[in-house]
Each structure stands twice: as structure tokens, then as C-alpha cells.
């Protein structure tokens, strides 16, 4: 179970991080002219760089946990070996695509390159004119387009995978910004007591007095529309509950021996916190943080298909619901395909919380 | 009891402050305002100045803010919401009570088939704890906790109003052509609210249960039910009478996070569904930035979530003398 949970939730992010070399309207690789290119790799953005990293390290951090746990050589190199190649792919990028890259499939019918198209070959934002020259829109799935095409000839796994990976970004920002609040007001709450205590926790209550989406819905007829509002506002959102169990956590390690023992030591009060009491209660967070990524990664889905999410031309996989909903009769995979997505993410991360939280904590393990 | 209940009302107070206030400072701090259009992106006036200040001074808006917010408190206090922005004002006051209506039944059909689904399936759970029927609807709850609520209502429709089946309505509240009242009336209302009222209530159902189960687990674990099997109390007497009246406590504390919904809705099932609730009218009201429809739906929202919460609290309280005691 814990094994299938965190090797589903890894290839998912795996899935997202990879969307520019699984979907992209660049060739992978090509000889053009003679010339040995890799249009893809050339032109990463940063954003594709940043993801690299991540999935570089989440693989050294597996490497390093295999080697902790004095697995065999291969379960220690493979990860390994992976962390090296993401961050080797992390370097890359920054380069302009040219005019023969662009135009690969013309190029190549005109026996001018030999060229590795990605596999899903197109990327989200593409129209495909040999789609519209067909004429059927939108275009059921077939050999060129696996999952079929959306109403402007734009392929739909393409912009399912791209549009996932914008939601997993957004879905882990609002997270890492509800557990900063909700861990420094659970702080708070743990070394102060009384009247700050009292107080915060009358925010705390008045947060939750409002159904989630609406509060953000709320707020949102007052900003700015964007990715970076959608993922401050679901943070700020969702820090109660990280608020809650951290100060649970801290009010009960407050009254341990080793704590009682550090302060009699004299060890100042900001070391007391951080050294002592958040390493302690990290854990029961960490499985919270886990759970909120899976609700934020579907108040996110919500808010995009009622137009609140990501500004248009991004794909995003709650506006390709809202528009799959009007052809849910001709085309229904365009409405039911990015519905399903979000679910074997929210499934995936859903069962690695699940046994993260039934997982015995180290102190019992020893005793 | 009665001095409780006065701390528990008094609590409200700041609450209730702490909204209203939060509500009018957001609206007065959104960009725009109610003169943007009047002013060219070139900082040049279209209007002229005086007539701006002369406006300005009409409608009060030179004020201090804290005299503003105490009129506008006043107002809402007797229900003038204004009116709303756009082309054709309407009273604020007529559009919530309208999709209040029509949010209120919705939900209430739906939170009743979601408590009496789901609390007797998580007792059942519960009593049959361990067994592999149990451990598979266990894993069916879990799959179905994980699934959106979009796709639960997409998928709806796409079975029963567009797929092989074509046996329901897809969206609105009434068809066209069917009459307002009578018998013909009422089977067209309830053939349009059954697919919202389903998928609510299958989206809450395993959080129901799940609650339930857990709250009846601790329960069964006791003596007095071991003894109640031991007089030879039948089990179901035992489960939905002797068990079920303390198990669940939890779901009556959950009663507080029910309500609100009662009165939100579901922005995500109203705007699926095309039905004019108090989601879909937020949501629109959002869009449009119609700043006093905003401003009346998060107040009663919030005011409906406070009553929640007391509601829940005094439930509580009749129900367990311990909870007062805390």
C-alpha cells in the first residue's frame, strides 16, 4: 500500500515535471540540414528547469533513503543516477526555437530533417491544421491524437498533462504558504498561551466559519486575478487547520521532560522552538500538508472551471471542463478527462497521507 | 445553562463585528471604485471634477469611513442591501431572497438523503468492521471521497441526460414548456433537482460515513453493549438505539459546518447545473465585480455559519452536559 502510494504520487509528479519532453510542438531531437539539435532541450523555460530540479532532488532524497535504509546497490544507483540526469537536465534550456524546428512536420516532409518528435507529439497551446482540415472539431481520438482534439483543434493530451502540472504548481504553492502561516500561529499559540492563544484561535474559528471556496471566492471579487493570487488566497485559505494541530502538538510537547530539561539548561527560547518543538511535531503537519495539497489541488479544479483559475491561453484542466460541458453529448472525453485526471492525483495523494498517518511514529517503533 | 448560553451568544459579537468590518474594508479597498469609468487612462477627467465631488457628496462617500461603515451597518440591519450595479438595478434584497429559496430546498434535500445514507451505511461499517465486505465499500468510500465533484456531476449527466439513458433534464430548474403549478409542476421540479440533490449528496457521503463509523467503533468497544448483547437485545435495537444515541455526537458537531451550506450552496453544482442558487449569484456577482451583491451574500453567508456554529454548540451542550462544563 505505502510503496504503491508514494511510486503513484512520484510518477505523477514525475508526469508533470516531463510535460515539455512528453508534450511539446518543438521536436524532441533532429538532424536538421545536417546539424544534430535538440529544439526541446534548448528552449526549457525556467519554469521547466525548476521542475527538473525538484524531481532531482525528490530522486536524491529517495537515493538517500534507500542508502539509510542499507538497501541493495541498485535501489541506491538507480534514484541516484535519475537525480543526476534531472539536474544535468536542469542546466539546459533558455534558447529561442527556429524557424525549421517550429515547422518540423513541413521540414521533415520535404525530406529536409530526420526528426524524434515527443511522444505525444504537440504541444498544449497548438492548433493542429490537419485536424481542422478535416473538418470534424472536436475530433475524436485517433492515431495522431490519442485522446482526441478539444473545439480549436488543440490536442487534448497535450494540454491534459501541461494543465495538470499547472495545477500540482499551484496546488503545493498554496500548501508550502498554509503550512508557513499555520505552523508560525501555531507557534505562537504554543509559546505564548493565554490571551494570544485565545485570540488567534477566535481567527482560527472565524476562518473556518466560512465555507472554503466561498471565502476565496469572496476575496477574489477584490484582487487581481492570477496564478500567483489563486495560490496566496487557497493558502491563506488553508492554513486552519495546520494552525490547529501544530499548536495541539506544541501545548503538548510544552509539558515533556527533554523540553522541561532544555529550558532548565537556560537554551534560549527561538532555539527551544525550532530545535526542540518543531522537529517534534513536524510529523502530524507533514501528514495534514499531505491531505491539504489534495484539497487545494481540488478547490483549484473548481475555481478554474468557474473562471477564477489561470488566465486563458495556460491550459488548465477545469476551463477544459467548462468548455468540454457544451459538446459533453459529441465529445464527451474533453469533460470527463481532466475531471479524471484530478482524481488519480487526489487518489494518489490521498493514500500516501492515508499511510503516512497510519505509519507508527519513530519514538513508538523503538519502544 | 442559561449563563452558558449568554457567553456562547456574547462570543458572537466580536465575531459578527470582525465580518461586517473585514466585508466593508474590502470593498472599500477594491480597485476601481465607483468613479473609475468616469476618469480616462490618461488620468484626464471625462466628467467634470465638481460634478464628481458634487456625486461624491450625494451619495456620502466623503464621509469619514468608520461614519460610512456605521450607515452602512444600519442599512443592513434593516435589510436594505441597495441595489446592484449595471445597466438595470434591481434590489440586492429580492435577488438573494429568490436564490436563498431556491439554495435552501436544494440543499436540505440534500444534506437530509446524505445524513440518511451515510449514518446508517458508517453504522453498518462499524458493526461489520473487519470483514471483506466492509473493507471493500470501505475502499469504494475512499475512491469515492477522492473524486471531484465535477467530474461525480459531468459523468452524471453524461449517463442520464445526454448518454444512453437521456431520461433527465440537464439544466435549470423548470423546462419551458411545463406549468408552473399542479401535479405536472412538481414532477418537472423533481425531475431537474435530482441530479444536483445526487451528486451533493454522494460528494458529502463518505465524510458522513466515515464520521459515523469512527464515532460508532468507539462506541461498540463498551461494556454496556457487551451487556446489552449478553440480555439478548437484538442487534439492531443494540446498533440504532443503544450505540447510534451517543455515537453520534461527532456528526452533531459537524451539524455547525452543515449549515452555512445551507445557504452558500454549492457554487461548483449551481454553476454545473445552471441553477439560480446563492452560488451561481456569488459567483456571477464576482465576476461581474457587483460590489453590493458581494458585500450582502458574504454577510449573510457568514451570519448563516455563526447561527451554524451556535446551533451545533447548543445541540451539543442539551445532548452532553460535559461539553457546557469546557
Not at chain 1, 487581481?224 to 493570487?229: A, E, K, L, Q, Y
Not at chain 1, 478554474?304 to 457544451?326: H, N, R
Not at chain 2, 442599512?75 to 441597495?82: I, M, S, W, Y
Not at chain 2, 440480555?231 to 451539524?255: D, M, T
Request: hydrophobic residues 55%.
Amino acid at each position: 500500500m505505502r510503496r504503491g502510494a508514494i511510486l503513484g504520487a512520484f510518477a505523477l509528479v514525475a508526469a508533470a515535471a516531463l510535460a515539455p519532453l512528453l508534450a511539446h510542438e518543438l521536436p524532441l531531437a533532429g538532424r536538421f540540414g545536417g546539424e544534430l539539435r535538440f529544439p526541446v532541450l534548448r528552449c526549457l523555460t525556467g519554469e521547466d528547469r525548476l521542475w527538473f530540479a525538484l524531481l532531482a532532488a525528490l530522486c536524491a532524497a529517495f537515493a538517500g533513503a534507500a542508502r539509510l535504509r542499507r538497501r541493495s546497490r541498485a535501489a541506491v544507483a538507480a534514484p541516484a543516477a535519475g537525480a543526476l540526469l534531472f539536474a544535468l537536465l536542469a542546466c539546459c534550456g533558455g534558447g529561442r526555437p527556429r524557424l525549421d524546428e517550429l515547422d518540423w512536420r513541413a521540414t521533415r516532409a520535404a525530406g529536409r530533417a530526420a526528426v524524434v518528435p515527443t511522444p505525444v507529439g504537440f504541444g498544449p497551446l497548438e492548433s493542429d491544421d490537419v485536424a481542422i482540415a478535416a473538418g470534424v472539431l472536436p475530433a475524436p481520438p485517433s492515431a495522431r491524437h490519442w485522446l482526441g482534439t478539444d473545439g480549436s483543434a488543440r490536442d487534448v493530451a497535450a494540454r491534459l498533462l501541461h494543465g495538470m502540472r499547472v495545477s500540482l504548481a499551484t496546488a503545493v504553492a498554496a500548501t508550502a504558504v498554509a503550512l508557513g502561516l499555520g505552523l508560525l500561529v501555531g507557534l505562537a499559540c504554543g509559546a505564548w498561551r493565554g490571551f494570544v492563544d485565545l485570540a488567534l484561535m477566535r481567527v482560527v474559528e472565524v476562518f473556518l466559519c466560512f465555507p472554503q471556496l466561498f471565502l476565496v471566492l469572496v476575496v477574489f471579487a477584490y484582487l487581481p486575478h492570477g496564478r500567483t493570487t489563486l495560490a496566496l488566497l487557497l493558502g491563506v485559505v488553508g492554513w486552519t487547520t495546520t494552525a490547529q494541530i501544530a499548536r495541539a502538538e506544541f501545548l503538548r510537547l510544552h509539558g515533556e521532560e527533554f523540553v522541561v530539561a532544555a529550558r532548565a539548561l537556560g537554551v534560549p527560547a527561538w532555539r527551544l522552538a525550532l530545535r526542540h518543538l518543531l522537529p517534534n511535531a513536524l510529523e502530524p503537519v507533514a501528514v495534514a500538508a499531505t491531505f491539504g495539497v489534495a484539497g487545494a489541488l481540488l478547490a483549484e479544479f473548481t475555481l478554474s472551471f468557474l473562471g477564477f483559475g489561470v488566465p486563458p491561453p495556460t491550459p488548465s484542466l477545469g476551463q477544459m471542463l467548462a468548455e468540454g460541458k457544451g459538446v459533453l453529448e459529441t465529445a464527451p472525453w474533453i469533460a470527463l478527462l481532466p475531471g479524471t485526471v484530478i482524481f488519480l492525483v487526489v487518489v494518489a495523494i490521498n493514500a500516501l497521507g492515508e499511510s503516512l498517518r497510519r505509519r507508527p511514529a519513530p519514538r513508538r517503533r523503538v519502544a | 445553562m442559561r449563563a452558558w448560553l449568554l457567553r456562547r451568544l456574547l462570543l458572537c459579537v466580536p465575531t459578527l463585528v470582525g465580518l461586517t468590518l473585514v466585508t466593508f474594508l474590502l470593498s472599500r479597498l477594491a480597485p476601481g471604485g465607483p468613479f473609475a469609468s468616469a476618469i480616462d487612462p490618461e488620468g484626464a477627467s471625462r466628467v467634470p471634477l465638481q460634478e464628481i465631488e458634487a456625486m461624491r457628496t450625494l451619495l456620502g462617500l466623503d464621509r469619514p469611513l468608520s461614519v460610512q461603515y456605521l450607515e452602512w451597518l444600519r442599512r443592513f440591519a434593516t435589510l436594505d442591501f441597495g441595489t446592484t450595479l449595471g445597466i438595470a438595478p434591481v434590489p440586492v434584497a429580492a435577488r438573494v431572497a429568490a436564490a436563498l429559496r431556491v439554495t435552501f430546498w436544494l440543499q436540505l434535500a440534500s444534506v437530509t438523503l446524505m445524513l440518511g445514507l451515510g449514518v446508517p451505511l458508517g453504522v453498518w461499517c462499524a458493526a461489520r468492521v473487519g470483514t471483506r465486505r466492509e473493507k471493500t465499500t470501505g475502499a469504494l468510500l475512499f475512491l469515492l471521497h477522492c473524486t471531484p465533484m465535477l467530474l461525480l456531476g459531468t459523468l452524471l449527466m453524461k449517463l442520464f441526460c445526454v448518454g444512453p439513458l437521456r431520461v433527465l433534464p440537464m439544466i435549470g430548474l423548470h423546462s419551458p414548456d411545463a406549468p408552473d403549478h399542479g401535479l405536472a409542476g412538481a414532477l418537472d421540479l423533481l425531475k431537474h433537482a435530482t441530479l444536483p440533490v445526487a451528486c451533493i449528496a454522494l460528494a458529502g457521503l463518505p465524510g458522513i460515513a466515515r464520521f459515523a463509523r469512527a464515532g460508532m467503533l468507539d462506541e461498540l468497544a463498551k461494556p454496556f453493549l457487551v451487556a446489552a448483547a449478553a440480555r439478548g437485545i437484538p442487534e439492531r435495537r443494540r446498533l440504532f438505539v443503544h450505540a447510534l444515541r451517543v455515537g453520534i455526537l461527532p456528526i452533531v458537531a459537524l451539524l455547525g459546518q452543515i449549515v452555512p451550506f445551507l445557504v452558500v450552496g454549492s457554487v461548483t453544482v449551481e454553476k454545473l447545473f445552471s441553477l439560480p442558487g446563492m452560488g451561481q449569484l456569488a459567483a456571477e456577482a464576482i465576476l461581474a465585480r457587483d460590489y453590493p451583491t458581494v458585500m450582502a451574500v458574504s454577510v449573510v453567508v457568514g451570519v448563516a455559519a455563526m447561527a451554524g456554529f451556535l446551533l451545533a454548540d447548543v445541540v451539543q451542550a442539551l445532548l452532553d452536559r460535559r461539553v457546557r462544563l469546557a
